[in-house]
């Protein structure tokens, strides 16, 4: 079963727009993670936020995590149109065999 | 240095053939490793993990069987394809921390069964 559902399933932005994803899950979590998908590809991890933290940065990436609210948000800024790709949020099951449970993914598309 | 290698990319195969994916992880021993199915336009799910040689567990009963014959091979198969196994296979390795930092995907194969 999926722990993670992101919201919206599909967002179409112009280039230089910020993108916001948002993730919900259903259990405890050690972790959240965000991964990118280009089309036929691998997933590429993008940034890890630990349960005991609320907001975290990477480049032009900002990730917040609600505990309270099991929820977390990606935020693209300065969007590019290299940023077009799937992006999944990830849940650990707090077990020692690190499994990542997948969200269906947001699909974004950057207009250039 | 540490790379996941994944084969073939493409596959089609009738129904009823079997199947095996093989995954390969290099310049790290005893990886936690992992194989997920992605339906066209949907998220990716967990069909199986294993944490060391000859350990596996799967965690959606299926068509598909996977083994781990060597610290760093995992192989995911089938003896008879259904058209319902057709999808975009991934292995990921949980890098140097099991898992706990992120995983490391392959680039997957796409499988069609016809």
């Known amino acids: 079963s999926q722990q993670g559902e992101e919201d919206p399933q599909a967002l179409s932005i112009q280039e230089g727009e910020n993108a916001t994803m948002n993730c919900s899950y259903k259990?405890?979590?050690?972790?959240l993670q965000w991964y990118r998908q280009n089309s036929g590809r691998g997933l590429v991890h993008l940034i890890l936020?630990?349960?005991?933290?609320r907001e975290k940065h990477s480049g032009r990436l900002r990730v917040t995590l609600d505990t309270s609210k099991k929820s977390s948000s990606l935020l693209i800024t300065a969007s590019r149109a290299a940023d077009t790709a799937s992006y999944f949020c990830?849940?650990?099951?707090?077990?020692?065999?690190?499994?990542?449970?997948f969200g269906s993914g947001t699909r974004l598309l950057v207009r250039p | 240095s540490q790379t996941i290698h994944q084969w073939p990319a493409t596959l089609v195969q009738p129904v009823g053939s079997p199947l095996s994916l093989e995954c390969t992880v290099e310049?790290?021993?005893?990886?936690?490793l992992y194989w997920y199915r992605q339906a066209a336009g949907r998220g990716l799910q967990l069909l199986f993990y294993?944490?060391?040689?000859?350990?596996i567990s799967s965690e959606v009963p299926q068509n598909l069987s996977a083994s781990r014959p060597q610290d760093r091979q995992f192989i995911l198969s089938s003896k008879k394809l259904l058209l319902s196994d057709s999808g975009f296979y991934l292995c990921?390795?949980?890098?140097?921390?099991?898992?706990?930092?992120?995983?490391?995907f392959g680039s997957g194969t796409r499988l069609t069964v016809v």
């Open positions: 990921a390795w949980g890098g140097e921390t099991g898992g706990a930092g992120g995983y490391t």
């Open positions: 259990t405890s979590i050690n972790n």
């Open positions: 936020i630990r349960s005991n933290e």
């Open positions: 990830a849940t650990d099951v707090m077990d020692s065999s690190y499994k990542l449970i």
């Open positions: 310049g790290t021993s005893n990886p936690n």
């Open positions: 294993s944490v060391g040689i000859g350990q």
